[in-house]
């Protein structure tokens, strides 16, 4: 295996919107696979970023995005990826923003009529249009970020991340701050892909605090992404027990989650981006993961001709916490105040970075 920037090859084989629903169901999708606008032309007069990023003679890249990006955190760190690659390649970059599945093929299929140097693409939902494209465009280059295709592909690279281990981390911090010695956490299902969101959690407070208890309730139901009250209600009855650190990992049902901590004063953890803004005072810290580290290091594998999937973690700045990130002190996380319990966290983290301490990954064949 090759080592660059400190990614590792591994073999082939803002708040709870629609992006975190997508993201807990693309990471099930992409760890299986590892171990997956409006009208083109709207899409890119809308963000001011599709025009050529200077006009040099240097790279071309072109991102792709399933929803809009707005105010949505995990896209824009994808924005801002691909704006460092065409800055430091002196080249141009182009996103287009898709609405609907009918935008995101026509996206799709605009970025390959202009045959940039590599079309970057966010989320299982263009796994398929991918692996369509690929097929027939042997000569582009894809980076595919947070999924991969189910098969493999020379011109596919894919992207992932190692959740499980900022998991802990956040465990870690609810093992230290808990009064009852009651840590527990809201799964979207139980399954072993979305289990690392949660197990990990209850490793991490155990590691700290041996005596801990800890438990998972799981939404499930019709809806399980979707499900806000029933999320709530798994959340009300870890609570009810005597549970004060929740690990809120139910996709859009996080907003019940807090909401139910929030009226017993207990406290709860977020995902994907930083959702403390959601509820002041109640959501402790969150599992970030850096699209842009990934969209940049991505890109800069594919023009040294190094394809495959990568795992970003800890390591290598995909994966960590907004209470380990500059600017925590405006963040609106109650970590912010415990800089005690922050030093022992990154502490944690500089062990698992080096490899003295392994956190396992409830997905791992």
Known sequence: M????????????????????????????????????????????????????????????????????GQNEFLKNAVTGVKAAAKAHEGSQKVYESTNSDSQQQNVQ???????????????????????????????????????????????SCAVFREHEGVFLAGAEAGLLSESGKVGAVDVLDTPQFRRFSDPFAAGAKHVAATTQT???????????????????????????????????AAAGNYGVFEAAEAKGAFAYGVDVNQCASAPGTVVDNVV?????????????????????????????????????????????????????????EALRDRIVSGELKVDDPAAA
Do not use: W
């Open 110 to 156: 605009a970025a390959v009529d202009e045959r940039p140097d590599v079309i970057v693409l966010v989320g299982f939902e263009f796994a398929d249009l991918v692996a369509q494209q690929a097929e027939a465009h042997p000569k582009q280059q894809f980076l595919l970020v947070d999924a991969c295709t189910e098969k493999t592909f020379e011109n596919v």
């Open 2 to 69: 090759s080592r660059t920037a400190g990614v590792t090859d591994v073999t082939r084989s803002a708040r709870p919107t629609r992006r975190s629903r997508r993201s807990l169901r693309l990471a099930a999708l992409a760890t299986g696979t590892v171990l997956l606008a409006t009208a083109c032309n709207a899409a890119a007069k809308k963000d001011g970023s599709a025009d050529a990023a200077g006009g040099g003679s240097g790279r071309s890249f072109t991102l792709v995005t399933p929803d809009a990006v």
């Open 289 to 345: 993961k850096r699209t842009d580290v990934a969209v940049e290091k991505g890109i800069e594998r594919v023009l040294d001709g190094r394809t495959g999937t990568v795992s970003y973690g800890l390591k290598e700045g995909g994966i960590t916490l907004t209470g380990l990130e500059d600017g925590v002190e405006s963040s609106q996380c109650v970590i912010a105040d415990h800089e005690d319990v922050l030093k022992k966290v």
């Open 215 to 249: 438990s998972t309730r799981f939404v499930g139901g019709q809806s399980p992404f979707d499900d806000s009250a029933r999320a709530k209600e798994q959340a009300n009855s870890l609570l009810a027990k005597g549970y004060d650190q929740l690990m809120a990992a």
